[in-house]
């Protein structure tokens, strides 16, 4: 059984899924407030809100999203990279021996925005890469100011 709710932030609302005590889904979302009395959806959203006081660096919820095993590997990488921090695509598939563009359909596909941080994945020519959340690159951009 899933549970969700919706609450605000102080960037947009946000949307969080859970499934057996872990997190399956977090995202941006334009839904209305859905208040939740499930712990692990509670604990999510407090650390969540905390984040954007600037009082949390790391989360500790568990998170579990749906994705292939090439997904996941690229998931983990990027749970490796620190607040405040930065790494290019290329950086992350020099160290999984992939390639950049499939990196990037990888954080793409992140199905847990926030908790496991594609906002801070780059492209190495200063593009305008993407953010695959509603808000899009306004979010990427507002995500890695507040981290600085």
Same mark, same amino acid.
């Given at each position: ?6 609450f ?26 859905n !208040?939740?009395?499930? #712990?692990? /959806? ?8 905390? =984040?954007?006081?600037?009082?949390? %660096?790391?989360?500790?919820?568990k998170?579990?999203?749906?994705g292939?095993?090439?997904? !996941?590997?690229v998931? #983990?990488? /990027? ?8 790494? =290019?695509?290329?950086?992350?598939? %020099? ?29 190495k ?9 509603f ?14």
């Amino acid at each position: 059984m899933t549970n969700e709710c919706v609450f605000d932030t102080p960037l947009a609302r946000m949307l969080l899924i859970e499934k057996n005590g872990e997190i399956i889904h977090s995202t941006f979302t334009q839904k209305r407030i859905n !208040k939740t009395s499930n #712990r692990t /959806l509670m604990h999510a959203q407090k650390e969540i809100l905390e =984040y954007f006081k600037g009082h949390r %660096k790391t989360f500790t919820v568990k998170v579990n999203p749906d994705g292939t095993h090439y997904q !996941k590997k690229v998931w #983990r990488q /990027l749970l490796q990279i620190k607040y405040g921090s930065s790494k =290019y695509y290329s950086d992350i598939a %020099k160290d999984i021996a992939s390639s950049p563009r499939a990196i990037g359909n990888a954080c793409g596909a992140n199905k847990c925005l926030l908790i496991i941080p594609c906002h801070r994945v780059l492209s190495k020519d200063n593009s305008r890469s993407s953010y695959s959340s509603f808000g899009g690159l306004v979010h990427k951009d507002r995500l890695l100011e507040l981290e600085k």
